[in-house]
């Protein structure tokens, strides 16, 4: 049996995203914005673009050892494919907020690589299995596999940072490896 917790509104999202990331931040636009664009001071000058969603375990339709996001971008219509932004120099982040309890504040953060969901549908599903969120709580940074060799990256608010350098090294190493094959 699943546990129903609240879906965060997209406000504390942000806040929460934000505040995970503590003194890294330059600047934000700000906790009502979607997505959230967040520029990150030395030694991590990133412009990051962030789509952030809640991930959730909600019963029936889905693995019980399964979570769930359900992207829908800003202006994306029923019936209608969409791509992340990488405009303006920003790294587009697929993240989403597993909340546990009643106290939100120790719930994990999940990042999928953004580049394997290049083109999507309206209301994708996304998924992390329950053992790669389990093992953030007890290490700092959690990686899985899926099966389209897609890695998933959890951790908890104050790993952010770190899972948010472990995205990019996997980006960087599948990059380097694919120039490497060409």
């Known amino acids: 049996m699943s546990v129903r917790f609240p879906r965060l509104k997209k406000q504390h999202l942000n806040q929460l995203f934000i505040e995970g990331l503590g003194e890294a931040v330059r600047e934000h636009n700000g906790l009502n914005a979607a997505p959230l664009l967040v520029d990150l001071k030395q ?72 580049y394997k969901h290049e083109d999507f549908s309206y209301s994708a599903n996304m998924q992390v299995k329950s053992d790669t969120i389990i093992k953030a709580l007890c290490a700092p940074v959690s990686l899985s596999k899926r099966s389209n060799n897609e890695v998933v990256v959890a951790a908890r608010s104050q790993y952010l940072l770190d899972a948010i350098k472990y995205r990019i090294a996997i980006m960087q190493k599948d990059i380097q490896e694919a120039n490497y094959e060409s």
């Open 43 to 114: 030694p991590y000058p990133l412009k990051l673009r962030v789509y952030l969603f809640n991930c959730t375990n909600p019963p029936g339709g889905r693995a019980f050892d399964e979570y769930k996001i359900q992207v829908i971008l800003p202006g994306q219509k029923r019936g209608c494919r969409a791509s992340l932004d990488y405009s303006d120099g920003r790294m587009p982040l697929l993240a989403a907020y597993v909340c546990f309890a009643d106290e939100v504040k120790d719930g994990v953060f999940v990042l999928w690589d953004a």
